[in-house]
């Protein structure tokens, strides 16, 4: 359930910015500091899946380099 959380959130937030560009409230700017927000958790969440990613290549035999 937290996901869903973090998922609306996404979505109420960028949706404010690109509603503001479109009304010309504000610039593209404004869209552009979406990426830099995420990016950070972005980063953190790829560090704790990607454990799991080479685990599950692993256990597969397919030989697939997380």
Known sequence: MRQ???AL???VNLTWK???VIRKE???A???SY???RSAHVKQLTARI???GRLIAGWSGC???A
């Open 30 to 32: 404004l869209v552009d």
């Open 18 to 20: 690109l509603n503001a």
């Open 26 to 28: 504000a610039s593209t």
């Open 35 to 37: 990426r830099i927000e």
């Open 4 to 6: 869903a959380g973090v």
């Open 63 to 65: 030989g697939a380099r």
């Open 9 to 11: 959130r996404n979505v």
């Open 50 to 52: 990607k454990p799991f």
